[in-house]
């Protein structure tokens, strides 16, 4: 039997095509040896940043604390599902051992693999199968996903995949009025929320859409699908409310915003402001605690945006431009231009967003939620930093876009060579 019967049927396919998605990046895994940990001065910060920092002191029944190379106390900086499942795989393996080195990358790898499934589930239900295996085909070979997954221990191969998941679901969401359905969209609302908060914000094309769509109807399964997801995300908001006084799903904004917009950059990311690289800046975290330090961040941006309103404004275009091409309007020292990032984000954008005109030309009804989802995920990172790993996550839905314009480019050439010449038939 040849590879393409085997793998006609859409199951065989998914089946494929995630086994060489994983099997690709085990490979890479292992022919790279980025596995390995590096014994340095900082605690084995590297093994996951803060979340590698906070899944330690888990592990180590120190509680949800210290994210930083030195001990700070508790910590809501990160979604406490993450560093759960880190820490899980310390208690197993060894805290930053090379065995839960490699544990975390398989995890990842599968994460980023089953992606596949979902990918295919929003092309065959938006823009039809072809587009779906398309996607699927593309996602099982890409560079920053494989990157992502096999070298850095972070959450952004799981936020992928509940991106993808989470838009698949909520595609049929919106077109219905059911409790039941809003509820379990609402669960896994709640889920994303408490993996990386910012996935938060794709409810809301889909969300408004039900309610210009079905009106009053939408209103009572809308407040279910609320209260749901709040009841997943209470208990974390109730650990922060009893441990900092303050109801919230994370802290670190005024710390992401106050590296991003300073007197030093032009809206890149100062790492030198980051307590994680300046040992005084960790112990005065450490000192007054960190809603306290936060406190202060949050003074120090509303001092310079007060005083500095055109650099950041000006910042803010800066990091829309990096978001979407990879390039910088006014680069500074660390954040010179590359022209193959630049030119590999600005493709994959450009394709995605002629595919996404494509969608709209042909009055396809899920245009809107593509459209809203790339309008609203990168907001807060706008005004934040702007970083490969945040373009990462709505990377699916550009894949999507672009094979689909692809395929209607080939299916129009095609159209045009299957046309019989009319100089030929006159004849």
């Not at 995300?233 to 915003?257: A, H, I, Q, T």
């Not at 490969?388 to 045009?416: D, K, M, Q, S, W």
Request: hydrophobic share 45%.
């Amino acid at each position: 039997m040849s590879v393409w019967k085997t793998v006609q049927t859409p199951k065989r396919f998914l089946l494929v095509v995630s086994l060489f998605a994983f099997c690709l990046r085990l490979c890479v895994l292992f022919a790279a040896g980025t596995y390995h940990v590096v014994e340095d001065d900082t605690n084995h910060f590297g093994f996951g940043w803060e979340m590698g920092r906070v899944a330690s002191s888990i592990a180590e029944g120190r509680g949800f604390a210290s994210p930083l190379p030195s001990p700070t106390g508790p910590t809501a900086i990160v979604g406490p599902v993450y560093p759960l499942l880190l820490s899980g795989i310390f208690k197993v393996f060894g805290i930053y051992s090379v065995e839960s080195a490699i544990a975390v990358r398989i995890l990842q790898s599968i994460f980023s693999s089953l992606t596949c499934v979902f990918l295919y589930l929003c092309g065959r239900d938006t823009m039809g199968e072809s587009v779906g295996r398309l996607a699927a085909l593309v996602w099982s070979v890409f560079p920053l996903n494989i990157f992502f997954t096999v070298t850095k221990v972070w959450e952004t191969s799981l936020t992928a995949i509940l991106a993808t998941a989470l838009f698949w679901y909520m595609l049929e969401t919106g077109n219905s009025v059911s409790s039941k359905r809003w509820s379990k969209t609402g669960a896994l609302l709640g889920i994303a929320a408490l993996v990386n908060t910012s996935l938060v914000v794709l409810i809301v094309p889909i969300g408004l859409s039900a309610l210009w769509r079905n009106r009053s109807r939408a209103l009572i399964p809308t407040f279910v699908g609320a209260l749901t997801c709040l009841a997943v995300v209470s208990p974390w908001l109730v650990r922060n409310y009893v441990v900092f006084g303050k109801v919230m799903l994370r802290s670190n904004f005024p710390l992401e915003f106050r590296i991003g917009n300073n007197e030093l950059s032009y809206g890149q990311k100062m790492e030198s402001l980051h307590p994680s690289n300046t040992p005084a800046l960790n112990q005065h975290w450490s000192e007054v605690g960190e809603q306290r330090f936060m406190e202060e961040d949050r003074e120090s941006n509303a001092q310079f945006v007060n005083s500095h309103p055109g650099r950041f404004a000006f910042s803010i275009m800066n990091r829309m431009v990096n978001y979407w091409t990879g390039a910088w309007v006014r680069p500074i020292s660390g954040f010179s231009n590359v022209l193959p990032v630049i030119g590999a984000t600005s493709l994959l954008s450009a394709l995605g967003f002629l595919g996404l005109w494509r969608l709209y030309s042909s009055a396809n009804p899920s245009a809107h939620n593509y459209a809203g989802c790339l309008a609203i995920y990168p907001i807060v990172y706008y005004v934040t930093t702007s970083q490969p790993r945040f373009f990462h996550a709505i990377t699916p839905l550009l894949i999507l876009l672009g094979a689909y314009f692809a395929l209607e480019c080939l299916n129009r050439v095609a159209a045009r060579e299957a046309r019989p010449d009319r100089s030929m038939i006159s004849l």
